[in-house]
């Protein structure tokens, strides 16, 4: 009787240490993720620019929480780091917060429940998206006096976009490889045949 009622709490224990050693990992993530997001997305993108063009992390991230985790997650990455974007960058101060915070919502409600697209799908939401961010962000900056949309900036918001698109289905396709190893890899809306 001793013996089982001490291997009971042996078990219990491990467990309760697997679970905090899971939530310790967990914060050890975000706090990384904030910690080392700027220096990423102003300096380690330097290399990758397309025509003085770098992606957009905030939106992946902000997108691909709320696709994979919910609509909560997807909320409060796309604040988080939307705010962080706001506290070091300059001009009209919340609307990085507010348009990633909607785009985390966003992916978090449909994300499980309304699409189930390949990963080419999700990464042509991503771009859709990236547009439309970009023009009410360029809306909301510049105005809407006729010469703040121009060909210029429509083409950059375009390129930037497709930038996004591309780069979201690499991190898609690396996401569900690297959660589900083996057989159809199926995760929140998207599918990807195994190989």
């Known amino acids: 009787m001793t013996i089982t009622g001490s291997s009971d709490n042996l078990v219990r224990s491990s467990s309760v240490s697997v679970i905090k050693a899971g939530i310790f990992l967990k914060w050890f993530t975000r706090i990384a993720i904030f910690l080392f997001f700027?220096?990423?997305?102003?300096?380690?993108?330097?290399?990758?620019?397309?025509g003085g063009i770098k992606p957009d992390l905030a939106l992946l991230l902000a997108f691909m929480h709320g696709w994979a985790f919910?609509?909560?997650?997807?909320?409060?990455?796309?604040?988080?780091?939307?705010g962080l974007l706001d506290l070091f960058s300059i001009g009209f101060l919340g609307i990085h917060f507010v348009l990633k915070g909607i785009i985390g919502l966003f992916?978090?409600?449909?994300g499980k429940t309304l699409i189930?697209?390949?990963?080419?799908?999700?990464?042509?939401?991503i771009f859709i998206l990236s547009h439309l961010h970009d023009l009410i962000g360029t809306f909301l900056l510049r105005g809407s006096g006729?010469?703040?949309f121009t060909l210029n900036i429509m083409s950059r918001?375009?390129?930037?976009?497709?930038?996004?698109?591309?780069?979201?289905?690499?991190?898609?396709?690396?996401?569900?490889?690297?959660k589900n190893r083996g057989g159809m890899s199926k995760y929140a809306g998207a599918s990807s045949p195994p190989g």
């Open 116 to 125: 189930n697209l390949p990963i080419w799908g999700n990464g042509l939401i």
């Open 146 to 148: 006729e010469d703040q």
């Open 70 to 82: 919910g609509e909560m997650n997807g909320l409060f990455w796309g604040l988080a780091l939307g």
């Open 157 to 178: 918001i375009f390129v930037r976009a497709l930038y996004n698109g591309l780069l979201a289905i690499v991190l898609f396709y690396a996401f569900l490889k690297i």
């Open 107 to 110: 992916a978090g409600i449909f």
């Open 38 to 50: 700027i220096p990423v997305q102003t300096l380690l993108l330097e290399p990758f620019k397309m």
